[in-house]
């Protein structure tokens, strides 16, 4: 497994495909479907993107998003995850957004810890961080 972290617009998806070789048709956009749509269909690709996303929209549907991730990844060791970095900048005024905040960094803690680290994407530039115990 590997994650792939950054702010937004930074270049992570261009990294993953330059760099990892990974084209369109690998690649789950989460943005843009809902959670039963990204539910029935993740285990169809290598790669998923907008993690944070996927993440808000369950939080919002009260769905287990959790369960979701773990069946991912335990069926596609090899997977790519691909999320923004939301734990950064200006705390949210509105209580769903910080609970978002915390739900999108703990799993991200979890899924760094298990891939063994992280690519972080800053600026087109990747630099990868081991995850330290």
Known sequence: MKIITGGRYNGKLEYVM????????DILDLKNISVPEAAAAINNYPVLYHLESF???????????DSVIKDYVT????????CDEVGSGVVPVEREDDEWREAVGRTMCRLAEAAGGIIRVTYGTAEEISYVT
Do not use: G, H, M, Q
């Open 75 to 82: 069926a596609r060791p090899d997977c790519v995850i691909i």
């Open 55 to 65: 993440i808000k929209k369950a939080l919002l549907d009260k769905a287990d998003y």
């Open 18 to 25: 330059d760099n990892l070789c990974f084209s369109e048709p």
